[in-house]
Every structure is written in C-alpha cells, then in structure tokens.
C-alpha cells in the first residue's frame, strides 16, 4: 500500500506529490490528460510562489516581474516588490517544470480518471489504487470534493469568471499591469520576449473581444489578432465547508477558491500542499483543515475585501483613484501580497 495518491496532475497536485516524495513518502499521481495541461490562468507567479518552487527544485522558463501597477482611465500607481521578483510563467511550462521534477524524483504519473472513493479508518481506494491517504487537486470543479459533499452553496455574491489569451508582441513592461473598468480587469503579464498574456475577470458573461474591448489605452498596444485561442474559467468562487474528510484531503482550487483578483491562488496553492504533506509525516490529517486555514488566511482575507469594493458599483471606480492619491497604502497591499 502507498502513502499518498494525488488525484490531479495540475500545479497543485504535482507540487504536492513532489513534496511528498521529497518528504520520504511513497506517492502516485493520477492524471487523465496527457501533458503539459493549459488553462485560463493569469499565468503570474508572485515572489513568495516563485521561491515554494525554487525550493523543490524546480526550475523553469520566463520572465521576472517586478511588482505589480494599477490603472484606469486616468489613473496609475505601481509598487515594486519588496525583495525577491515574481515571474510571468506560461501555464505549460509551468506544468512542463513541475513534470520534470517529479519524473527526476521518480513519481509514478497513471493516465487514469479518479471515479468513486472509498475509504475506511486504515486507507483510501480510488481508481483501482489502495493508499493510506488521498490528496485531491482536481480542479476548481472538484469531482472528489462534491461527491464527499464538502462543498458549500455559492452565496449571494454575483459569479465571476475568467477568459485568457496570448498575444504575440514585445512585453512594454516587467510589472503586471491591471487595467479597471466599472466592471471587469485586464491583467497583462509578460510571459516570453514575444509574448504577453491577457487575461479578464469579470461577472459578464460575453465574448473575449467584447469583454476587452472596453479597455482602450491596452487594446491599442496589442496586435488585432491572438496567438492562442480563448481559455475560460468559471465560476470563480468555490465554497468548501471543510479541506479534509477522513483520509481525504483538498488541495489547490479543489479546497475552495475566492477570486484571481489578487493573482495569490498558485502561492496558496504551494503552501498548502507543504502543510498537507507535514500533516500526513505525522499520521495527523486531522490538523490538515487548521493547517490550511492559516495558510491560506491572508490571501482569503485580503482576496475577499478587495472583491467586495470590486462588487460595489460606488466604490468600484474609486480603487483605483484611492490607490493613486495613498501610493503608501498601494505599496503595503502589494509588499503584504509578495
């Protein structure tokens, strides 16, 4: 019987089987997609995620980011990040990074699709694989997480989706750029010397051209047509009433999801996969949600805030103008988010 199965051969998956391995224990990722995965994804990697994945040894191509800028129609404000850069990734690479390492650490990656699970006091089975634990990192729609019933409603809170794309032109700048409108934000991430990534947040549910269109001063630096086609996501917000069940246990967006608005979710995502794996080192996954729930504190709290004055129509078109006339207080909000 192994230690650990991971069901998900994403970011959050892989990071949490490498450092399962790294720890001593005996894992196996399951996966039915051949690799590397794309997805819409903002494709920014904050300081504090590009250090979780230095620490395991993984290394990849991109590009340093400097920190992060803030504009509207008539507003700018950037914040330099404190000490260490963040990097523009592409999402295969990073994929492509994190399967190279686990293969030098000789993790087994079965092409297979997790269906029910079964588990007792002793040990989890899921997809023919008997384990003393079950780590799941399937995804923002977790298959695992709703037949465990470890979902909770929506809320009230309008949904919010996501649509990327890849646009062919020299990056103008190493910040991650965030353009506001009333409705929706456009982060722009430098992510080859040829290559930016376009990403959109909004409630609208709308073509890409139509949902970033509105966005003039961005529109007019890129080339009419894209280099990639349009990937979504939706809806963004996933509410889990607890990250562990037993001998399960949620990882990455399977364990609940707020909002990209603060572009935290990978660096979440690898901090919690450690707490996950220190959890089972001592046959206790049972302190797993606690564990997770520290870690993951502030980004949820400072997610959260900025989400509710991205939700109120009178408030909205101040962040921004706010941001600019207190760059202090811009500059603290961006050392606190790397």
Not at 72 to 92: C, K, L, N, S
Request: hydrophobic share 45%; aromatic share 6%; with cysteine.
């Amino acid at each position: 019987m192994i230690d650990l199965l991971v069901a998900g051969g994403g970011p959050a998956g892989l990071a949490t089987a490498i450092n399962a391995a790294r720890a001593g224990l005996d894992v196996v990722v399951v996966e039915p997609r051949p690799g590397p995965v794309d997805k819409a994804c903002g494709e920014g990697l904050m300081p504090t995620a590009v250090q979780a994945l230095a620490d395991l040894g993984v290394t990849m191509d991109g590009c340093p980011l400097r920190g992060i800028r803030y504009l509207d129609a008539g507003h700018r404000i950037e914040a330099p990040f404190p000490r260490h850069p963040g990097q523009g990734v592409r999402r295969t690479e990073l994929h492509r990074a994190l399967s190279r390492r686990a293969a030098e650490l000789g993790i087994p990656v079965v092409a297979a699709r997790v269906g029910g699970v079964r588990q007792d006091g002793e040990s989890v089975t899921a997809a023919g694989i008997t384990t003393r634990y079950l780590a799941a990192a399937d995804g923002l729609h977790s298959r695992i997480r709703r037949d465990l019933s470890l979902g909770l409603p929506p809320g009230s809170r309008a949904a919010r989706y996501g649509q990327r794309r890849h646009f062919a032109v020299p990056p103008w700048t190493d910040y991650v750029e965030v353009h506001w409108t009333a409705g929706a934000e456009a982060y722009v991430t430098p992510v080859g010397t040829n290559l930016v990534s376009v990403a959109v947040l909004t409630g609208e549910r709308a073509p890409f051209e139509t949902l970033l269109a509105p966005f003039r001063e961005l529109t007019a630096r890129l080339p009419t047509a894209a280099a990639t086609a349009t990937r979504g996501a939706g809806p963004l917000r996933q509410r889990v009433r607890t990250p562990v069940a037993g001998r399960v246990l949620l990882v990455g967006d399977a364990a609940g999801y707020i909002d990209a608005l603060t572009g935290e979710g990978m660096a979440v995502a690898f901090a919690t996969a450690a707490e996950l794996v220190r959890c089972l080192r001592r046959d206790r996954p049972q302190d797993y949600g606690r564990a997770w729930r520290k870690a993951s504190r502030h980004h949820r709290l400072m997610t959260a805030s900025l989400l509710w004055l991205r939700t109120q129509r009178p408030l909205a078109q101040n962040i921004v103008p706010v941001a600019a006339r207190f760059p202090a207080l811009f500059t603290a909000a961006v050392h606190r988010l790397a």
